[in-house]
């Protein structure tokens, strides 16, 4: 176990600090979806074009035969045939077959090509690929919660039932060498038996240990669809099992081929991300000393999906946070992030009523000015942020990052805000010493020289209340399928 997970005492020995472990369980997920969802995106088109008529123009089996004039020739020929839109398999063939049927070459290049199109596709094995990989990757971090659950309640290893509890022999014992490796061993032994279950394995170990409800948490029938099309791909080639139609009711029979495309894979991997995060800070929340680790460690993932517009994964778990806010200064910052979210899905009018009829007549600027914000009250805006700045109650940092003011910053009147931005990000950004290589591993991502995991921005206020409560909104929204820039 590496030191930086725990804090080291006099003896030399480590003491498990549960709020730092939860902390880099969910850095090293959050970043390991991260870097999933962005393949996933940045590499789609391109493995789509692999399986385009298109792509076969390029085949040296096609055109290494030809002579220059001859493949001049074809390349007039197939320019014309996706001129007129018809690039469906059958489509394609039946017009290149008619344009180069008389030619001498013209069997030849036909049969060839006819194998480029008709060959298995390659879209789908990487689609399946990712979403394989997705699922993995989402169980190591069950995994991961698991091994945190027992490291801080070891106690529980003893609720087992009597066949379970002769789990090592006297020469297993003396090869150990002792109590804190027979320890470790016990948790490996139980993690692996949930590892070779199923997904309802693990819903069952969060809910008996932990009273951590995962259907809670999401749409079950959704997640449990996911994990049996994996299973599925891995070891049915694709296709429908027995196992998959009993466990999901979507009209699919045995046998029949399960796509897994863009969209499909885009989607579970939001979903899963989504469960995983809200998993974790259920966890946490029931095992953790720092009543403001789990709020603030969501704060951070939110505020980074709505940098990047990811509004339907932000909503989910600023709805989260809304939920478990337990004083009003709490259940602002989140509501108007909620808010926000809406606003970007459904557009102004989806929230008007409700953000007019928020009560701000004790509240400060600072909320005055999200109001207006949401509103889309320029003019007031500019006032709120002219008072706050001469107060100090407003950032440079909070002028060019808050997604909130999007709309001020592209406002011509933000120009004169441009001396106090640049500095800032000059003087904090470019020399942030932190900007550094992000790794997913767990032992070096959690925090060293802090009582408690980094806050990081919030919109709107910073503050730092307890947090109680285990009430969870469900994962929903469309799915997306590209992050926007």
């Not at 990047?308 to 809304?322: F, G, K, M, T």
């Not at 889309?376 to 909130?404: G, H, Q, S, V």
Request: with cysteine.
């Amino acid at each position: 176990m590496a030191q930086n997970e725990t804090e080291v005492v006099q003896d030399g020995s480590t003491e498990w600090d549960p709020d730092l472990e939860f902390y880099a369980t969910g850095q090293a997920f959050t970043r390991a979806m991260d870097a999933l969802r962005e393949v996933h995106s940045g590499l789609s088109d391109g493995a789509g074009l692999m399986d385009a008529p298109e792509q076969a123009m390029a085949s040296p089996k096609v055109l290494r035969t030809l002579d220059q004039d001859s493949s001049n020739r074809l390349r007039v020929v197939l320019k014309s045939i996706f001129a007129t839109g018809d690039v469906t398999r059958d489509g394609f063939l039946h017009r290149l077959y008619e344009a180069i049927e008389d030619e001498p070459w013209g069997s030849r290049v036909f049969l060839g090509f006819s194998e480029m199109v008709t060959r298995h596709k390659r879209s789908p094995i990487f689609h399946a690929a990712m979403l394989t990989s997705t699922v993995s990757r989402f169980e190591a971090h069950l995994a991961m919660l698991a091994s945190d659950f027992f490291h801080t309640a070891p106690a529980s290893l003893n609720q087992v039932s009597r066949e379970e509890a002769k789990e090592f022999s006297l020469a297993d014992l003396q090869n150990l060498g002792s109590v804190d490796a027979a320890i470790q061993a016990a948790i490996e032994s139980r993690i692996n038996k949930l590892q070779f279950g199923s997904i309802s394995d693990w819903k069952g170990f969060f809910k008996d240990k932990l009273k951590v409800d995962l259907s809670l948490l999401c749409d079950w029938d959704e997640v449990r669809e996911i994990y049996e099309r994996r299973n599925c791909v891995v070891h049915h080639n694709g296709v429908a099992s027995q196992r998959y139609v009993a466990a999901v009711s979507n009209g699919i029979t045995v046998g029949d081929i399960l796509e897994v495309d863009a969209a499909y894979t885009s989607r579970a991997v939001v979903v899963l991300e989504a469960l995983g995060t809200l998993l974790l800070a259920a966890v946490w929340r029931k095992l953790g000393a720092d009543a403001d680790g789990p709020n603030m460690f969501l704060n951070r993932v939110a505020y980074d999906a709505m940098l990047a517009e990811r509004w339907q994964y932000s909503q989910v778990l600023n709805e989260n946070i809304l939920a478990n806010a337990r004083d009003e200064s709490e259940k602002h910052v989140a509501q108007v992030n909620v808010w926000l979210t809406l606003k970007n899905i459904h557009g102004l009018e989806y929230i008007r009523a409700d953000v007019e009829g928020w009560d701000l007549s004790a509240s400060n600027d600072r909320y005055l000015l999200a109001q207006a914000a949401l509103l889309n009250e320029l003019d007031a805006c500019f006032r709120y942020i002219d008072a706050l700045l001469e107060r100090e109650d407003l950032t440079a940092e909070d002028l060019a990052t808050w997604p909130l003011l999007k709309d001020v910053r592209s406002d011509a009147r933000s120009e004169k805000y441009g001396d106090l931005i640049r500095r800032y990000i000059e003087e904090d950004v470019l020399d942030d010493p932190s900007l550094t290589t992000q790794s997913d591993s767990k032992s070096e991502v959690a925090p060293t020289d802090s009582s408690h995991p980094s806050e990081g921005p919030e919109e709107v206020l910073k503050t730092s209340d307890d947090i109680v409560g285990d009430s969870s909104p469900q994962i929903s929204g469309d799915v997306e399928t590209k992050d926007k820039k």
